[in-house]
């Protein structure tokens, strides 16, 4: 469960984790839409208006981000003014002894209190809510499954990450901001490279593909992309969600492609295709070098912040707060609630440049695969079975969307057309030519 995990770390994981072609909650696949079975191979698909259901399940979204949005402000704000993170120290001391077991026993405090806190909205945002919807058939024990795996996994993070700020802290109590910066920029290769086969796999299972022509054909593609020694995974999601997703993940000798089983039971062939080829994309485009760039910029920045306020803060509130220095670990509420501060005024920036990967993700597949047709079905399907509201608002777009607008990118899927007008592919150069 996210809420287990650091909030640094949580941030990290978001955004170089392999970006995702949707990011939303698919429902069942039943029947295709009507437009879609109208339109043909040579003729725009046009864009389905929402559901009366999406339309709820989109308004009842925005008002659980709001409630979600503030949540995550107020559990570390409450952990901070009531003096309760003062004698989670305390009591770590006592147990821990020495400054590191002090800092370990702590940060597995703090991640099981919040765990604790944030456990009723989990339950309802990623349980109660994706049933209501009939978004998804998981059990309660797989929740509860996977919830615990995450909150072991947050102990580990904290465990061997904590540590590090504090000590840069006290070595260096001007320059700890960016000397902390800097060390997170190998820590979030470490998340890439252990991510798809360590943690992953705690979730779901991982297996070859069944369909071994489909396989084929990926590989094929991945050829053409010039993504070479690649693996081809199918996880079992459907045991958690409706969900369509597949996506390039890892580095080095981690590099894989991964779909979900359920992308292969609601997507046609050729669908699946231009979704690979998307996925593609990210890689071939470096898409997630320039995310670890920036999560490495916003983190330095983020400390930055915190380096120049967090003290006229504790001056002010020392009493309430329990501690005197940042370098006292009961500041870590102070760090995490600042932090969420910057994320959250910093958002609109963020989501609009991986808005704009995913754009030119989207513009790589149509190169490799120059499949209109069936890019714009498989966003309409997409758009259907995850009750999507295709034209969400401004401030939908601005504060939410990591991801382009399903009408906007229906519409791209209809017009790119560079190889019919005779005009050079803007990625025609890192794209090889089909065998054959």
């Known amino acids: 469960m996210r809420h287990a995990i650091p909030a640094v770390l949580s941030l990290i994981l978001a955004l170089v984790a392999a970006p995702a072609l949707v990011a939303q ?69 006592k147990v821990g002894r020495n400054w590191f077991f002090t800092l370990v026993v702590y940060g ?57 700020p504090y000590l840069l802290l006290r070595w260096s109590p001007r320059r700890w901001w960016l000397y902390t910066g800097l060390a997170a920029i190998p820590l979030i290769v470490v998340v890439l490279i252990v991510t798809p086969i360590w943690i992953a796999p705690r979730f779901n299972k991982f297996g070859p593909m069944k369909d071994k022509a489909l396989e084929s054909q990926i590989l094929a593609l991945a050829d053409r992309a010039g993504i070479e020694g690649s693996r081809v995974y199918e996880v079992d999601k459907s045991v ?90 009961a500041s870590l509420p102070l760090i995490a609630l600042l932090f969420s501060l910057v994320t959250f005024v910093l958002s609109p920036a963020l989501l609009a440049f991986t808005r704009h990967t995913e754009h030119e993700a989207d513009r790589f597949g149509l190169e490799i695969t120059r499949d209109n047709h069936d890019c714009a079905t498989a966003f309409v399907k997409l758009q259907e079975q995850n009750l999507s509201n295709p034209r969400p608002g401004l401030l939908y777009k601005l504060w939410r969307s990591d991801h382009p607008p399903l009408g906007e990118r229906i519409d791209f899927c209809n017009e790119y057309r560079p190889w019919e007008k005779g005009e050079p592919l803007k990625y025609g150069d890192l794209i090889r030519p089909p065998k054959g």
């Open 25 to 93: 909650p698919a429902a069942p696949a039943a029947a295709s839409s009507t437009a879609t079975a109208a339109s043909g191979p040579s003729q725009p698909v046009p864009v389905p208006q929402p559901s009366d259901k999406a339309m709820q399940y989109y308004r009842s979204g925005n008002m659980l981000w709001v409630v979600e949005t503030l949540w995550g402000f107020a559990v570390p704000a409450l952990l901070l003014f009531s003096g309760f993170s003062a004698r989670m120290r305390d009591a770590a001391r």
């Open 240 to 329: 958690d969600t409706k969900t369509v997703n597949a996506y390039v993940t890892g580095v080095f000798g981690t590099k894989r492609i991964v779909l979900w089983d359920t992308t292969l039971h609601r997507l046609d062939k050729p669908e699946v295709l231009y979704v690979m080829g998307h996925e593609m994309g990210h890689y071939v485009l470096g898409h997630v070098p320039q995310l670890v760039a920036l999560a490495s910029l916003l983190v330095v920045f983020g400390l930055w912040v915190i380096h120049r306020t967090a003290g006229g803060l504790i001056a002010r509130y020392r009493d309430r707060f329990g501690f005197v220095q940042l370098s006292d670990v």
């Open 108 to 164: 597995l405090l703090f991640t099981l209190v919040t765990f604790v806190l944030d456990l009723p909205l989990a339950w309802y945002q990623d349980f109660v809510r994706q049933h209501a919807y009939g978004l998804s058939d998981q059990t309660a024990g797989k929740w509860w499954s996977d919830a615990f795996t995450g909150l072991a996994i947050g102990c580990i993070a904290a465990a061997l990450t904590l540590w590090l």
